[in-house]
């Protein structure tokens, strides 16, 4: 009776374990699907987390490279000079027909020795307007570069862009992004030679205006006018450091300043 006894026990105790472990496996399977859930939600996390910030470090990689790539540009023309393409649209004028101008010019500093004021500026390589009285004007005042040439603008909502022709060639055309504009003021020294020697005027300018140095904010294309040429001999970088959007502005163009300067 004892083993039988013995057995019923066993049998008993065996079907409260089977009982138990049916009863546990109630409550762990749902809570196993609870925690696997909530270990896939933290990895999704984690890895989303992880999207994101691979996605921000590659944006700054981009930004980098670009601004490395300018400095590059730059420090590859280190000892020869920067070089600025700046298209004008005169609207109204008091003395003069409107007419529109593309400045291609370098910044410089003139300085006879040692000892004498340093005088900073710009020079002019090219400066095509688009009416004789603006080319007559600069040529026999200011010594400027002036030629009569095709000049037009065109806009898009993001863009503004600016065509230099020439004996109906092309020879640069010219793009920049807008930017938000404030109000400012800001004047530069011209350069020009007249008689052998140097002459020099202010150009003082107030208006509403934006810049940029974000690499690339401005981009040029030449085309196959012998100025054109020329200009690509000077391996000039096709990554911009900085452009200006000026939409409106006054301007005072002064006359020849202080006496001519030897060259």
């Not at 399977?29 to 933290?42: A, S, T």
């Not at 989303?48 to 921000?56: F, L, T, V």
């Not at 300018?70 to 000079?81: I, L, M, P, Q, S």
């Not at 095709?150 to 109906?168: K, P, Q, Y």
Request: glycine share 8%.
């Amino acid at each position: 009776m004892e083993p039988k006894t013995h057995g019923g026990k066993f049998i008993a105790v065996a079907a409260v374990l089977v009982i138990l472990l049916f009863l546990f496996s109630l409550w762990a399977f749902p809570m196993y699907n609870v925690w696997r859930k909530e270990l896939r939600g933290k990895a999704d996390l984690k890895e989303a987390e992880w999207s994101r910030q691979i996605a921000i470090e590659e944006a700054k990689a981009r930004k980098e490279s670009a601004t490395l790539d300018a400095e590059a540009e730059v420090e590859r023309a280190k000892g020869v000079a920067d070089i600025h393409f700046v298209a004008l649209e005169y609207r109204s004028i008091d003395i003069v027909f409107p007419y529109n101008e593309f400045a291609i010019c370098i910044p410089v500093i003139y300085k006879i020795n040692e000892q004498s004021r340093e005088l900073q500026g710009y020079y002019y390589l090219y400066l095509p307007v688009t009416t004789e009285d603006a080319r007559w004007g600069g040529v026999e005042n200011l010594g400027l570069p002036k030629f009569v040439a095709e000049i037009g603008f065109a806009d898009t909502d993001e863009i503004r862009s600016c065509t230099l022709n020439v004996d109906g060639k092309e020879v640069i055309s010219l793009k920049v992004n807008k930017l938000p504009t404030v109000s400012k003021s800001w004047e530069f020294t011209n350069f020009g030679i007249r008689d052998k020697k140097l002459v020099k005027n202010l150009f003082q300018v107030h208006g509403q205006g934006g810049t940029s140095t974000t690499a690339g904010g401005a981009t040029y294309t030449l085309g196959d006018h012998p100025i054109s040429e020329k200009l690509l001999a000077l391996e000039i970088g096709q990554i911009s450091i900085r452009h200006d959007y000026v939409p409106q502005a006054q301007a005072v163009l002064t006359e020849a300043i202080g006496p001519p300067l030897p060259l």
